[in-house]
């Protein structure tokens, strides 16, 4: 005689997790809608995106233009490998639009949904938490995309910035580096949970790692302390490698080893985002804290 019983209790796992596949869908699509709609309720979003980029890059293009030898930066092309410096920051600023849309996101909508009394009711529903967070920043990601293309083509025109023809060559480095940073953007969400502060948080993690990850600068001037530092942070090889493929200056090793490292930092930050953020959830709801703010 057959026993049916092991098989049946496989499809009935097999039923659970397509449930619940389908609940985290409807969740995710639910919050990427909302979020579309409320950016696209204040037109001045999309205007700012037109003129941000000359904002911030245009005292450094004029500061730049003040060190020039025979339009070359000697000094310069010493730590990077050429003279494109304008290159060197629009492509740190593109590269930092992902960070601040990480930090920003996923820190500040909780702080947000705290403030607005819906933390608490939203996460009682029978969904993930790490799909609730990293949903509402999705949208973000795409919008930060097209603002950087934007960003490309405006630069282009004033600055004269160019890019090599390796686009899914960048594209391949850049989305484990996005996945590694949403896992650091989860252990920063864990922070303003237990702060109940999302602006002095973010303004200082932000700050740190994008400048110690030579976001605007060659990390090679730094003193050797800092370097060390600047070379433990999986950031400075998206930063790095994007130069590199994108604009030809010399990377800080290998474009292989930077592949591999930030593959690594892709794993190790969504385990370990994940695994703090959940640990975190839990002691708030433990303390009855989670919906104060």
Request: hydrophobic share 50%; aromatic share 14%; net charge positive.
């Amino acid at each position: 005689m057959i026993d049916f019983s092991s098989h049946l209790t496989d499809y009935k796992l097999i039923i659970r997790g397509g449930d619940r596949m389908k609940k985290n869908w409807l969740v995710f699509k639910a919050r990427f809608l909302t979020t579309m709609k409320i950016y696209f309720r204040y037109p001045v979003n999309f205007i700012m995106t037109l003129f941000e980029p000359i904002m911030w890059l245009a005292p450094f293009y004029f500061m730049g233009k003040s060190f020039e030898t025979g339009g070359k930066l000697p000094g310069f092309k010493q730590y990077t490998g050429n003279s494109d410096f304008i290159g060197f920051l629009v492509t740190g600023y593109m590269i930092t639009r992902y960070v601040e849309t990480v930090f920003w996101t996923m820190g500040f909508s909780l702080k947000n949904e705290m403030r607005e009394g819906v933390l608490e009711s939203n996460w009682s529903a029978p969904v993930s938490r790490i799909v609730l967070m990293t949903s509402k920043s999705t949208f973000n990601f795409v919008v930060s995309t097209l603002e950087i293309i934007i960003t490309g083509v405006i630069c282009h025109f004033i600055f004269g910035f160019k890019i090599t023809p390796n686009i899914l060559e960048e594209i391949a480095f850049l989305i484990p580096g996005i996945i590694g940073m949403l896992g650091l953007g989860l252990i920063i969400a864990s922070l303003v949970l237990l702060a109940k502060e999302a602006n002095g948080i973010i303004d200082i993690t932000s700050s740190l790692v994008s400048a110690l990850s030579g976001s605007f600068f060659p990390i090679k001037v730094l003193p050797k302390f800092f370097l060390t530092i600047s070379l433990s942070i999986p950031l400075t090889y998206i930063y790095d490698s994007s130069r590199a493929i994108l604009i030809g200056q010399t990377p800080i090793m290998p474009l292989k080893t930077e592949f591999i490292l930030i593959l690594i930092f892709m794993v190790v930050f969504m385990a370990l985002g994940s695994f703090v953020f959940m640990k975190t959830e839990k002691r708030c709801r433990t303390l009855g804290t989670l919906g104060t703010h």
